[in-house]
């Protein structure tokens, strides 16, 4: 049996990533596409990568009949997608790909977006969506918040560390290294060809990324006491890919022991042996994440790099595998697809 | 019952495009993958991006047992590959990705590839592997030729065009633009990053490209006397891609309805509407090739852009197709996966 | 005794270039820049490259004093170029960068740009500003017109050949591949990093690019009678640097040597040995344009290829030029710069 | 009066910068290229770009009568460097771009280089040349040793921050992106532009860099007491520009006022305003090094962010400013360009 999807906001990189990956899914039809401001138009006009796909025209969500869509992503803009959420039938599953529903705080989300939460029992309602630690509240869950990018690719590096009580909790600094793609869609000067390529810059330096509140609510919650880590992004002149080089103060050889235990039987998470680090170039296009440590001359003191696809396992790839989970499908179907290289 | 596949020379960029592919083909299992110089590793260790697959360690040639093979795949520089497929059993299967079988005339061989042909008979029983034009002749086949992938895009713009005698055969002019891949991965200057980023310039101009023995052989056959096309190619600081611009005289709405009414029926050769051009950035990673059709402000002339990856359609997905037919399997199987954007 | 400089259109990358080059001038010292939307910011702010130059803040046009200003480079959009040139005193050298006044026939701006011209008579006024060709006019004109980037690379192919009558009239094909600085620093969609890195495309094809009218004009005057040329321009993944792929019915060796002769004793015109073709990395940042020659393997056909950088030779060398034979400077004072690479 | 300027090393990426760059020098001619396996070919023949200019031939070391030379610039790698240079007359005045006399102490060089220093005695000689620290030492120098292009870029961040005792000494961590010229012109598969683009990577990871070994000297002498940093580099699809991100623990405002302080009247050393972080973009082509301070939300911590052109101000252009004061020129002669952007 097939489950009619619909995707909220297919006009950007996620949902049209979203329409890549379901489009090899066996288990999963489109059924509706939305896109506000490109309403009445072709997806391959829009996206024309897409044109050999038999694919509903856009939409506006409104002309949207819910009733007869089983799943429902929305990747829509955060702030927009509390109100979109909450006009949408209260039985409706949904994942979504923003920022809106990943904090479970009420003040934190404020603090990190700037404005008031306007859907308070969503937000409570909400499961966090790293779908390796959070398997069974998401088969279970009506609404999975997709994490941020760059919050997945620390978190990889680092849960199972805190958890496992082997690293300094107080001395954790992530040297983020993102793609452009992750920035959207949107016309901006700061995005442009001549005005990326062959260069880098930081970018939200000095602790002001919103993936930050991510970052804080999920290791001080494994922890059980406050932990704040160092975070520095930078924009890289590559459309996909994040590599996180996580430094941390504990032994290399224990760290690498717990995170090859703890992703053991993970199929997306992939530990490299001791003392080899990844490539962004090797998961390109892909659900996979690849995980790297290394020891430091300086004793005590390890290294651990984490890559992923900001626009795969980063967002999309993770809410077509909770997708799976919440509707009781294998967790890798339609996931499985090799990196693409060169 | 799935096939059982060998690879020849698989740590070059075909070879790995190749196991990707095959990765999710449900009627094919890769048994063997070999690589003389770096026979004893692991395909991850030479291809990271492929290390979630289970997949035979590289070995020499000599070590495979062809008996237990059911097509195998040749992905070896010309040259070299007459030598190793006359050695190979003869009822072997094979898909050949080289130039060494293309060319019909012993002649023609010897003068684009500057020495003689050592297997004539090989050359004789070879069937040339463009998919769309050869289906019946390739599913019967032992020994099917991969094209050449700048060959293949000229010709999809091209044979329908000169078969219907559509465009002025004496004045036929292609201008091609090509993604680096395509040079292959062992060590040159002239590949260097450092070198190619940010520019661009012609090669193997003024009629030398090799290639030019395909079009002349294809287009002299189709046209029943001889066609000579003017051909630059140029390279362009991009991995994966190849655009020909095709110029050509005759009336550019015949020539749209020629090409629409020849592919009407092929999965994987896309016509664009009338006046409607495409990018190279819409078929990355995939076996479909878009073709558009321009009239120019000067009356009868008329110009038509092909674009296709090299790596995929132009080589290993061509090889994949290829092999489907001799297999009898569906042609379009484990060819289907959309293209990647952005 | 240094020349007062003002530059209108500071903000965009011609503007900007025209300050790097002229921070090396030894004769002309910036005076005043305008950038109305951005007016009170330092240059600094807008241009971080140039933070180590001492340059007046940004301001209004109408905040320039022009009795002390003896010469205005004016690098504002079409359109807008006329009626702000047209408020100048009407003794102001002025260098415009804009499309405004390159085409000396009413009917002609207006069939390209697609409104009529609101300054006829200093269209009347206006010399075509390709240096090489219209030098004395320059040496005593008030207003320059710089000529389009990508027109100027083809005529420095062509106008020689057309002059010496060396090439069939009728059969000229221009294909063209831009970097994308020459789109200048307005945000739109097509023009991001993640859309354009790593593909190529046409654009304006089908005889619709506006650089054509310039063709026409000039090369029709060359040869006393209509000339049309055919010209498809693509867009490249590189921020600088134009290729003109130029095919043409001729003798190779009579072109190759018209062009030497012609380009004998220019300083920033350089022909290469016959046979070899340049690359678009060769000149970089620098007013140089390389030129070869090639046979076509079929008789009586020749490829001419052009490179420039679009920024530099292509529109702020070109007008550094010509600002230098107007204040009566040796013309290549300020523009010897080597290119960079890589 | 000019002075006479040898070039051993001329083939490679930071030879080329050297003509580059002295080619707009007033005060010094090229007189000799050399390039062994290039012996014999014109300098527009290896790098076209420079094709406008008047050079010697490339020719043999052993060709060159340095009696007729003024000063040398040494690129050759390191290891054949020591044999090189040993063999020249010792009244020489040399600029050593190499890795070979870099290191004060034998064993720190035979730990980092992995052999034993055959030239100890030049070794002894030879002062290091961070221009900005060394400047006295260097213009009563023989043979100067260029610094690291990592080294440098680190040090500029860090020199002043140790020298005034304002941040842990203990907690030192350098996360840098590099570009990619720095690893040179010798064809490797890992340089291919088919491996690299697209993507980033660490490199020499775990403290085995080998410019530890001059953070570790410079580091220790200023200290008066060791000093360790952690160090890993990322290897970025650019092909030039370094940026490092130290993270260091003391007060932000207190480390930005130092470097203020420190490079007030440093020309080339520009600090941007407190919270402001450089990119490489601005740099790319230029001797400029920028540099930029921000505090991290976690208080007592601070990130300093330094950037430079690895070819210039990492190798090509400290090696001229160097040659300037070993000269009694200027030191700012023939270094003042703009960078190029974009």
Redesign the interface.
Known sequence: MTHRIAILGASG?TG?EL??LI??HPDMTITALSADRKAGMAMAEV???????DLPRLCKIDEIDFSQVDLCFCALPHGTTQEVISALPRNLKIVDLSADFRLRDAAAYEKWYGAPHKALDLQAEAVYGLTEFYRSEIASARLVAGTGCNAATGQFALRPLIAAGVIDLDDI?I?L?AG??G?G?????M????????????YS????HRH?GEFDQEFSKIAGRPV?V?F?P?L??????I?A?V?VKGDAKTIHQTLESAYASEPFL?V?PF?Q?????????SN?C?LGV?????PG?A?V?SVLDNLNKGSSGQALQNANLMLGLPETMGL???????
């Open positions: 990189y049209a329409v890549r489009a090899t996206f024309p990568f897409l044109r050999h796909l600094l040297d290294k452009v793609s920035a869609r949107t016309p901006k000067e995005l442009l060809h001549a005005e990326l390529s062959g260069g880098t810059h930081t330096a000095g602790g002001k930050l704040m160092q520095t930078h890289l002149p590559m459309n996909r890919g590599l080089t430094y992939q490299l003392g680090l990844p490539s962004t170039r090797d998961i390109v296009g996979y690849h290394i020891g430091d001359r300086i003191r290294v790099v499985t697809l090799a990196p693409i290289f060169p």
